[in-house]
């Protein structure tokens, strides 16, 4: 079974500083993971995803992640926050043995102070 | 290429009242997914579709909730009746199970206040 554990509902940060959204998971077996983004009364849109290969991850709007195996972790990073990425941020996992179905978190979310 | 397409964007009814909810996934994509949001949580599975099959329905409250895919497209999710405890937003997702890691593309999702 998988399951994913978010640490933090509300992280605040002020425009221009790191953006760091920390992310735990548990996986019996080789895991899928992803991070999404929830803008206000929006579905979710996929930010990066890790599945093989490098650890690092690069996603859009300059998001990147880095798989820790050791750690069990797969923290969200953005070196510098923009207003826009005011929004809730969900840590995902899944199976690679069955990789349609999503573990969601509870989501954090993320506010910019000008 | 349009987006997964959801109808309506927000419900309010009274509780021991239908309710439904309809979703039009991207075009291609064979897999569907519904599942709820409540306040403040992450999303949760309540069924997945593999084409016209419910193959992952484990989630769904079965007494009261009840999904349909007629021809592998479009499809129905129903509330019957609904309870206060429904409230919540109801989201559709669909994938092609062709991209590594099984992508899935969401649509705006139904608010759902139930009275």
């Known amino acids: 079974a998988q399951s994913v554990t978010q640490l933090g509902s509300h992280v605040s940060v002020s425009e221009g500083a790191l953006v760091l959204l920390r992310c735990n998971y548990s996986s019996s077996v080789p895991p899928y993971l992803f991070w999404y983004v929830q803008y206000p009364n929006q579905g979710l849109q996929l930010l990066l995803k890790?599945?093989?290969?490098?650890?690092l991850v690069k996603g859009i709007n300059g998001f990147e992640a880095e798989f820790k195996k050791s750690e069990t972790s797969f923290h969200l990073t953005k070196p510098s926050a923009h207003m826009s990425d005011a929004a809730e941020y969900f840590c995902?996992?899944?199976?690679?043995?069955?990789?349609?179905?999503?573990?969601f978190g509870s989501g954090t979310r993320l506010s910019i102070r000008p | 290429e349009a987006g997964v397409v959801q109808s309506p964007r927000y419900k309010i009814i009274e509780k021991k009242q239908p309710v439904a909810f309809w979703c039009n996934p991207i075009s291609g994509h064979n897999t569907l997914y519904w599942y709820r949001q409540n306040l403040g949580q992450g999303p949760e599975l309540l069924i997945r579709?593999?084409?016209?099959?419910?193959?992952?329905d484990s989630q769904l409250p079965k007494d009261r909730f009840s999904a349909e895919r007629l021809k592998g497209v479009d499809s129905t999710l129903k509330i019957q009746p609904a309870e206060l405890g429904d409230s919540a937003v109801y989201l559709c997702?669909?994938?092609?199970?062709?991209?590594?890691?099984?992508?899935?593309?969401f649509g705006p999702g139904t608010r759902l206040t139930v009275l």
């Open positions: 579709y593999e084409n016209e099959e419910a193959v992952d």
């Open positions: 995902a996992v899944s199976a690679y043995s069955s990789a349609s179905k999503i573990i």
């Open positions: 997702a669909s994938s092609s199970g062709l991209a590594e890691g099984n992508e899935q593309f």
């Open positions: 890790y599945t093989t290969g490098a650890t």
